[in-house]
């Protein structure tokens, strides 16, 4: 595991924005990289140039390899590729939209109001797994993906990739985000869109073992690190403060839910002939 590096050649992290300046550069760049509108980015800026800028690992790796040019940069700053898909179907974003959110082909409705800005898609035992905001008529995203054991491989917080495994491949296509790791085995696959979004692969699970994994059509839940069972194409219309939560009530006595949940594994007594 390796930290995010600061880069020395046409870019460097910005590392010491504040809240307000982050939120500045989000809406400056359309809650995307300026290249091709990841929502997964971290922000960089030019030598000489006092503002930030979104970019994706992947053309932050090519502006440093010289692949792409610096006044290719520039246009991008003028002009970020989400601007040009603000009136395009999945794009176009309105503050009380109800946003379809699918997790392995299991379907829940996020409702965003005035007071109600951010919707817990996978919750567990406290941990916000995937989280999603509404802020400036764009939606923005936070998760966490974990490996088998609980160990924490990627964290995103509102767009940014603050922790990644070094070398990991990053790609975005149409609104597709794809991450493989260093042998290229895919490990996340997420369609995400202002109106949609569709999870198909991930593993979110605590270091107790405890979590849901997502492959293809299934949602596996984890407790103790044993499946606790699955989720196969079901649908909750109704109106909900987040999608999955798994409870571990034995680990976590006092903890309480901070809503309601469409989807919900607990954990509420020790399992026969086990410590557990």
């Known amino acids: 595991m390796q930290p995010v590096e600061e880069h020395q050649s046409a870019l460097i992290l910005a590392a010491d924005l504040t809240q307000q300046q982050k939120l500045q550069t989000r809406q400056q760049c359309f809650y995307g990289c300026v290249f091709c509108g990841s929502p997964v980015f971290r922000y960089y800026q030019q030598p000489n140039h006092q503002s930030a800028v979104l970019i994706c690992p992947l053309h932050a790796k090519q502006l440093n390899s010289t692949l792409l040019s610096r006044s290719t940069l520039a ?30 082909m299991n379907t829940v409705y996020a409702d965003f109001a005035a ?62 985000l794809k991450i493989r790791d260093q042998q290229r085995r895919l490990q996340f696959t997420a369609q995400l869109c202002n109106d949609r979004v569709l999870l198909t692969k991930g593993h979110f699970v605590d270091p107790s073992g405890d979590g849901f994994v997502v492959e293809g059509n299934r949602v596996i839940a984890m407790l103790d690190g044993q499946k606790g069972g699955q989720y196969m194409h079901r649908i909750e219309p ?15 006595p006092d903890l309480v839910m901070p809503g309601n949940f469409a989807f919900v594994c607990a954990a509420k007594r020790k399992y026969p002939g086990t410590e557990r």
Not at 238 to 252: E, M, Q, S, V
């Open 115 to 176: 007071t109600e800005t951010e919707q817990y898609c996978i919750w567990v035992n406290g941990q916000e797994f995937f989280t999603l905001y509404s802020e400036s008529g764009w939606l923005c995203f936070s998760f966490m993906m974990s490996d088998a054991a609980g160990q924490v491989l990627i964290d995103v917080e509102k767009g940014e990739l603050k922790q990644s495994p070094e070398h990991w491949e990053y790609s975005y296509e149409v609104n597709t």
């Open 238 to 252: 109704g109106r909900y403060k987040g999608g999955w939560a798994l409870f571990n009530k034995i680990r976590h």
């Open 75 to 104: 246009e991008r700053v003028n002009q970020p590729f989400n601007q040009q898909r603000i009136n395009k179907p999945g794009f176009s974003f309105e503050p009380h939209r109800r946003v379809q959110v699918s997790v392995g």
